[in-house]
Every structure is written in structure tokens, then in C-alpha cells.
């Protein structure tokens, strides 16, 4: 079978009801990032923090996989595909696919604010004050804030250069250093993107533009894919 290797953005979850946020100058659901999603955020206002990622937990409880993340379950029939998703919503799991790589996390886990390592499933929407870890400390969202490093790096990288097939789905490319993942896939192996903003890549050989919403543009190309 041959290694299909799909990156997502947050774009193909809009058509869900769940918002970029490079789309909105910069802030994500009203907030400025560097006030609810650093560990500086944190330490200054762990609440307000808190209360943000629960906000953005309910939302995606609340919303439901699209015709683009079901259409990337569907690949499965005939390719070994692994899909690298920037989102920390669950949507792809939702739409069956069975193989996917959390470069930032996802929300409907709790990790420990001492060790990144130890994480939980969370029961319901919120996470409150007070709510701790095995060692202790305060329970957060487990997802990857700005300035933290991205544990799963290396191996969505080595995932990338062993793509037969590549698709980029709904990403600015604006966020290291997931925006450097297409680097990794060779030369000349097929790289689709589907954005209705092309983002700007230089120097990326054999790509096809797919100018199109997620939800249109995905289900159409696995269809061509699956003949
Ligand atoms: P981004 O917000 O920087 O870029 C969104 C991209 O999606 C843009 O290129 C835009 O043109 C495109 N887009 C908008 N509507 C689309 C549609 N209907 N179909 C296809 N594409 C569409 O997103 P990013 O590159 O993923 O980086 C943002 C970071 O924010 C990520 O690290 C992610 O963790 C986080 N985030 C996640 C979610 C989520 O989990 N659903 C939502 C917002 C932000």
C-alpha cells in the first residue's frame, strides 16, 4: 500500500463551526495568543487560561467532523495514510480515520502542569482550579503552547519523508515548526494543498494548487484518489 501523509490546519475544521485564527488578524475566538496560549499566560492567569481552553473544549464537543474529514477516513480503503493534524480538536478520530499524529496536542485530554508526559482523559467540558495530577500540580489543557516544544516533531518529520502521496489541508504554514513539515517530503513525490488561500511555500517541487474550502476540495481529490 502506499504511505499516504495528510498535514491539516485548522481550516479543515471551519467548515465544523470551529475557527481559524489566522483568518481573524491574529486572534483566536477574540483572545491575542499571547495572553491565553504561552506558558507566560499561565503563570500570570492560569484561570483565565484555563476558562479559555474550556471555552474552546465545549466548542468542539459541540461540533461535528465534516465531508473533509470524512473523506480522509475513506483513503484508508486503499492507502496506508497517516494523518499529522496542528488541530487539538478531535474531528478526525470522530470521522474514523485510525491513524493520526497530534503535533499540538488535543483538547479532550488534561495533562500535568509539572510533567508534559503525564496526561488524562477529561470527563465533560471543563477542567477546573483545584483539579491535579498524580504528583500534585494544577491539571492544564494537554496541548502545545507557543514557546514549548513540539515532542512529536521529529517523528511527523520522518513520517513526511516517507510520504508516496502528500496532502496540506487548511494551514497558513504560519506556525513553526509544523510549517516546515513539507520540507521532509521529496522531491518528487505529489504534494496537493487545498486552501482557499494558498499559503506561500518556496522552492516545493510537484504541487498541485486545490483553491478550494476543505469540505469541497477534499471529498472531490479522494475521490479521484480512490478510481
Ligand atoms: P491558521 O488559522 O493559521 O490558518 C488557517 C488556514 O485555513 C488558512 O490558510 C485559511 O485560508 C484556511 N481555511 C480557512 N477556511 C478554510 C476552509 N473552509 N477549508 C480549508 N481551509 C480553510 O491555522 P493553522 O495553520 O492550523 O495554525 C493555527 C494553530 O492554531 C494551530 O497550531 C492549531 O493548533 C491552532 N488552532 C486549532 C484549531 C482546531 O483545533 N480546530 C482551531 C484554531 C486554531
Given at each position: 500500500m502506499e504511505n499516504l501523509v495528510v498535514l491539516t490546519g485548522a481550516g479543515i475544521s471551519a467548515e465544523s463551526g470551529l475557527k481559524t485564527?489566522?483568518?481573524?488578524?491574529?486572534?483566536w475566538e477574540g483572545y491575542n495568543i499571547a495572553d491565553v496560549a504561552t506558558p507566560e499566560a499561565w503563570d500570570w492567569n492560569p484561570a483565565l487560561v484555563q476558562d479559555f481552553y474550556n471555552m474552546r473544549r465545549k466548542s468542539v464537543l459541540e461540533a461535528k467532523p465534516n465531508a473533509a474529514h470524512y473523506a480522509l477516513a475513506k483513503l484508508e480503503e486503499k492507502y496506508k495514510v497517516t494523518i499529522i493534524t496542528q488541530?487539538?480538536?478531535?474531528l478526525h478520530e470522530r470521522a474514523g480515520s485510525t491513524d493520526v499524529v497530534h503535533l499540538h496536542g488535543i483538547i479532550t485530554r488534561s495533562q500535568s502542569s509539572e510533567n508534559p508526559n503525564l496526561t488524562y482523559p477529561i470527563d465533560g467540558w471543563e477542567l477546573k482550579m483545584g483539579e491535579l495530577c498524580e504528583l500534585g500540580s494544577q491539571l492544564r489543557a494537554h496541548v502545545v503552547w507557543?514557546?514549548?516544544?513540539?515532542?512529536?516533531i521529529d517523528k511527523a518529520a520522518q513520517l513526511c519523508s516517507q510520504a508516496d502521496i502528500f496532502m496540506l489541508i487548511g494551514?497558513?504554514?504560519?506556525?513553526y515548526p509544523a510549517a516546515?513539515?513539507?520540507?521532509?517530503?521529496?522531491?518528487y513525490v505529489p504534494k496537493y494543498v487545498i486552501d482557499p488561500k494558498i499559503p506561500s511555500v518556496y522552492g516545493i517541487e510537484s504541487m498541485v494548487e486545490i483553491e478550494e474550502k476543505a469540505a469541497i476540495g477534499v471529498p472531490r481529490l479522494v475521490e479521484e484518489l480512490l478510481k
Open positions: 485564527f489566522r483568518d481573524s488578524d491574529g486572534l488541530n487539538i480538536d478531535d507557543f514557546g514549548e516544544a513540539v515532542p512529536m494551514s497558513s504554514l504560519a506556525v516546515g513539515l513539507i520540507n521532509f517530503v521529496p522531491a
